[in-house]
């Protein structure tokens, strides 16, 4: 390889069942880059994701986490590398306050009960949680139940508790999905404000979202890259215009 990528798939593909959800695949990321990856439904976004992460294997193919192999790894150890996901639907812990949804996501998945019941948190893990909190723009409902939150602030939160953890990677699929235009407004300001501290993917329909991001953008279709490039040469190019052709989602 030409020089180092954070990340990097070179000839991926996973089939299930014969049919190729990721065909081919090859994609680079730079350190600290911000990233969206965009897509007709079906084109393989989310299952990129799993490959990613470890929750599927590619049945050929490599893919390299700072320069070294993941796809044997267990997902635990990926995530112990550095890799955060997002999934789509909010998982907070409704019946904690959000402070203690980011505590929990600090301690990690292990250890949540005796860090609720006999944890004592020093100064600086509070520091830590009301610095995240800040950030996610919650930090006046950190004594509130997660449960009570609006839907656009319960994936504030879940975002808060994957950056608890510090990814070094963070893999955000479909974060303005089912919010409000003011919230997606809001999420992509989130984003950027940690860009460049991370590293990110974001997936994403949205298209005054993705404008809003002004990253590089990453075209999937049928599994396999169609065309990287900033989002206007990407609309521009025929093959996108193509394959978004008729679709209910206009690029
Ligand atoms: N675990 C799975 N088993 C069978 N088919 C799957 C599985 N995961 C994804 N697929 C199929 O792979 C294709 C790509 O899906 P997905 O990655 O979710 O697309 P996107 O996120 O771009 O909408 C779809 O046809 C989907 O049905
Ligand atoms: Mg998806």
Redo the contacts with the bound molecule.
Sequence with gaps: MPKDFILSAEGVTKS??G?K??DDLSFYLDEGELRTII????????????LITGK?RPDIGKIEFKGTPITKRSEYQIYRMGIGRKFQTPSVFANHTVYDNILLGLEGRRGVWSTLLFGRTSTEQRDRIYDILKTINLAHKANEQAGTLAYGQKQWLEIGMLLAQNPQLLLI?EPAAGMTDEETVKTGELILSLAGKHTIIV?EHDMVFVRQLNSKVTV?HQ?HVLREGTLDEVRNDERVIEVYLGRKKNV
Excluded at 39 to 50: C, E, I, R, W, Y
């Design positions: 299930f069942d049919f959800a990721i897509g007709p439904n079906g084109a393989g976004k989310s299952t990129f994701l799993d599927t699929d997936i999937l599994g």
